[in-house]
């Protein structure tokens, strides 16, 4: 009975009981909204299509090569630019002598963090500083003789060149947009294009007829008062025109044909993709715009604006001693040169002109041009001031013996500086988390050139089994066999007596 009521169907319910049955449920919540059909545009739409070649060289990324040559150049400056930073604060100081306990409050502006004995520092150059006791407590430094000739030769060159730094102080002016610049903004280029020190209460008040001081915005301002369009010719444009005379005269041509191929020459070592080198083509194909033309009308972002900006940091770089300066210093004259935001970006899309270094505390840019395996092609008097300097510094804490004294190694500065450029080859990139300046004090402070040195009477440098060289006239050319040979036994207590192999005795020497 129970099994048959387990068989046996429900009953349905009435038809009348039966709900309406529910719409399905819409995925989208406003599904049940009155949507009115969108209205066509008044006018039509046309997408604006870019010329060819427009801005493809303005907008293209190109990888960033590392060169070592070009660093080498930063990393063998590292201990040049503190001990100049050392220098400067030395110089400012009444007689030129200045004591440890006032240098230690100049630690942040040497980039120094951590504590460190900063006579343990100057001892490391004893070619540029010595340190003087005066007192029980009292110890003051000053520079050596030699460092402090070469400092008042430097002084005596900057004033000799006067003439050309105002050259290239109106140059600067005549690029820029309204002729104007702050002088604070030009200070940041001061050691780089050889200013004299104080180079706004000098140059800058001796010719009115050149430039004047107006009251800006933003502080005192250094105006171009007389445009000189014998000045307005780029270190480009007279490149090219030289190029093209030498070129005339190894062909003897008689009329200055064009090429039926233009090929773009690319310095050597520099390896580019064909994407790259036909961009880097195509800009060079562009009209050349000069950095000293009027750009007022030149669009931002545009392959005519990036054309007229690689012009004027070529010829700011050429302005320069060493053909080089830091990208931050370039930032500094956006408004005036209209630089763009990115102007770091910009250097790098053009390998072939500029390179840009990422060692040190700031980047740097070279001028490819002016620089043969990390060495200036055209070298000035101010540089190779520099370069004995580095010499100066190069001298170590514990000369080997024999080696030349501090007076001759500012004589012979062109050979140590050669050394060091050869020694500084080697690749140092175990500065990651510390800063160069503490970098280098480490480095420094724990180096080995104190432990180097072999102390003793010995010989130094050559093996221990090989036999002095004595040099007699009488001695024949074959190798001649030293040995020690006692007399009599060495019961009675007499010296070793030196003999031939013969039994002769020999001399004493």
């Not at 009292?138 to 520079?143: A, E, G, T, Y």
């Not at 060159?157 to 730094?165: P, Q, Y």
């Not at 010719?207 to 933003?218: A, E, S």
């Not at 008062?225 to 444009?237: K, M, R």
Request: hydrophobic share 40%; proline share 7%; aromatic share 8%.
């Amino acid at each position: 009975m129970d099994a048959k009521l387990l068989l046996l169907p429900f009953p349905s319910a009435p038809a009348a009981h039966h709900p309406a049955a529910a719409p399905p449920k819409s995925l989208f919540l406003g599904a049940s909204l009155p949507l009115h059909p969108r209205a066509p545009p008044p006018f039509p739409l046309r997408l604006r299509r870019r010329p060819a070649g427009a801005a493809v060289v303005a907008q293209a990324a190109v990888k960033r090569r590392k060169e070592v040559p070009f660093d080498n150049v930063i990393q063998r400056d590292k201990k040049l630019k503190l001990v100049l930073k050392l220098r400067n604060i030395l110089v400012a100081q009444p007689d030129r002598v200045m004591s440890l306990r006032d240098l230690g409050r100049f630690r942040r502006d040497l980039g120094l963090t951590r504590k460190r004995r900063l006579i343990a520092l100057l001892r490391r150059f004893p070619g540029v500083f010595e340190v003087v006791e005066e007192g029980v407590y009292s110890l003051k430094f000053r520079l050596t003789p030699a460092a402090e000739r070469l400092y008042l030769d430097e002084l005596h060159l900057k004033n000799e060149s006067e003439g050309l730094a105002v050259a290239k102080l109106r140059k600067l002016l005549m690029m820029s947009q309204e002729k104007r610049i702050l002088i604070e903004k030009i200070a940041h280029l001061k050691h780089d294009l050889g200013l004299p020190p104080e180079f706004r209460d000098t140059i800058c008040l001796r010719y009115p007829q050149y430039f004047r001081v107006v009251r800006m915005d933003r502080g005192p301002g250094l105006e171009l008062t007389h445009w000189d369009p014998e000045l307005a010719v780029s270190a480009a444009e007279l490149a090219e025109e030289e190029n093209r005379a030498r070129e005339a005269e190894e062909r003897n041509l008689i009329i200055d044909r064009p090429l039926k191929f233009s090929r773009v020459k690319l310095p050597k070592g520099l390896k580019l993709t064909r994407g790259e080198a036909r961009r880097i083509a195509q800009f060079k194909e562009m009209p050349y715009i000069s950095p000293y033309a009027d750009f007022s009308h030149l669009r931002s972002g545009s392959a005519e604006k990036e054309k007229h900006a690689c012009g004027v940091v070529h010829e700011i770089l050429s302005l320069t001693l060493e053909k080089r300066t830091l990208v931050d210093h370039l930032t500094h004259f956006r408004e005036e040169f209209r630089f763009s935001q990115s102007l770091r970006g910009m250097l790098i899309r053009h390998p072939d002109m500029f390179y840009v270094s990422f060692k040190g505390d700031r980047d740097s840019v070279f001028l490819r041009e002016a620089y043969r395996d990390s060495q200036l092609v055209e070298k000035n008097k101010l540089v190779l001031l520099k370069e004995k300097m580095r010499a100066l510094v190069a001298v170590p804490r514990f000369p080997r013996r024999g080696a030349a004294g501090t007076n001759e190694e500012a004589e012979g500065a062109n050979g140590a500086a050669q050394l060091l450029n050869e020694g500084s080859d080697v690749e140092d990139d175990e500065d990651e988390g510390l800063s160069d300046m503490e970098d280098l004090i480490s480095e420094l402070s724990g180096g080995k050139s104190d432990t180097d040195y072999q102390w003793g009477d010995g010989w130094f440098g050559e093996n221990d089994d090989s036999p002095p060289d004595f040099g007699d006239d009488d001695s024949s050319s074959e190798e001649v066999k030293v040995t020690m040979k006692t007399a009599d036994g060495s019961a009675n207590g007499r010296a070793p007596v030196p003999v031939f192999p013969d039994g002769r005795p020999r001399e004493r020497w």
